[in-house]
């Protein structure tokens, strides 16, 4: 739905004050000698069959909401209104346990083109709003989260958001969301598919090692998905023939998960299909990836088959059948947690990273959203609903955007629907977060 390998070249980031000391600290203080948490997440992450386990054998399911970072400005959406800590205490007051924090290649390929070094938050803002938008926007960015200054990156904006999910026990997943830095997602806007005018694959393998390498001081950070919404690129007609099929998407995967393994083993990796990332069938029956003969095999992925994470997104907001969606659901792709299933050969642990609605006091009543909740609370499933934000820096042109599915209002202050708040995402959390 259009929804409302080369390694790290490690960049020589220099944080400056309270900003210093607060991330440096969040990554000393859980991280042993060796590599792996002595405290919580209690870390890495494997999976087990349908499950996610910790290091101490105890399951975890993600329960939690998309952060976009992935906008023009590549900076995590809403701090000009309200401070870090705030957004992740907000996510943390209703039971939630997870962010899906949303990036854009772009970011990364702007730092090797910069010799290693990142932009900051100032430039960025200017670029993304203009001179006196920017400025504006800059201004406000720093008075609600004054441990920054004019020195400030972009990543330092995103390593602060990690230490701060870390602090308060809040799994952070990494998503790239957009090779070009914009709103997502359509068939025509260059990102669709490998190949496509903005979805330059090495440059795309090159940002996911280097981000999953830049992750690995974020003690928070225990998994990221290779790519959003794979879509058709209906702009490039021999691209959409030629290329748009499971065959390309298994060897395209396979270089994505290299990648990010390779970098930082410690990752689960999601796996996302196609159409708007609407089903990954073939994965979980086991059948040919079209047009070639192969199929789906835990040994193209030697070494780390117990990282993969199998995710999709739904949008069936005008369903008015709650069997219909269910049925949907389970065929699309978590089908892959029942084993019991005659036709499920490959078991892998499926999360809902997006879903959403409007936040109003009545649309989370309709059988779309009831639908959902009862099937993740019965399925013990993860999700990340579609979205925290209540509004965006920039958004199809448009600054300053407001976004009526936001589960805050527009200045981030509050929730935009009360009454959802207490009657549907707190029991939804309640009855689905572990760990």
Known sequence: MAKPALRHLIS?????G?????????????????GRAEGWPYGPLVTAGRDIKNARGETVVYAGANWPGHGEAMIPDGLQYQSIESVVSKIKSVGMNAIRLTFAIQMIDEIFANGGKDITVKDSFVKALGQTNGTKVYSQFLAKNPAFNDST??????????AESAKQNIYVHLDNHMSRAAWCCSTTDGNSWFGDSDF????????????????????ALTSASLRNELRRPDNNATLRSESYNWRDW???????????????????????????????????QGTVLTPGSGRYSAADFEGYADKLVLEIHNYQNSASS????????????????????????????????????AQTATEWQRPYATCIAEYLAEQKA??????????????SGTQDFEEPWGLLNHDWSDWRAPSYIEGGLKPLAKNTAQG
Request: with cysteine.
């Open 250 to 284: 298994y060897t395209n995967v396979r270089k994505g998960a290299a990648a990010v393994n390779s970098a930082n083993p410690d990752l689960l990796i999601f796996l996302s299909g196609l159409d708007f990332d609407t089903y990954v069938t073939p994965v979980v």
């Open 382 to 395: 993860g999700w990340f609903i579609w979205v925290v934000a209540g509004s965006y820096y920039i958004r």
């Open 322 to 357: 709650c069997s219909g969606v269910k049925s949907s659901l389970y065929s699309s792709g978590f089908q892959a947690l029942h084993a019991e299933d005659a036709n499920t050969v490959n078991v892998f642990p499926v999360l809902l990273t997006e879903f959403g609605f």
């Open 200 to 219: 330059n694959v090495d440059n795309w393998t090159r940002g996911l090692s280097y981000m999953a390498n830049h992750g690995k001081s974020w003690s």
């Open 18 to 34: 309270s900003l210093f000391s607060s991330v440096s600290w969040a990554s000393a203080s859980a991280v042993s000698s060796h």
């Open 12 to 16: 020589l980031l220099t944080l400056s």
């Open 153 to 162: 990156t972009r990543l330092q904006v995103f390593d602060a958001v990690a």
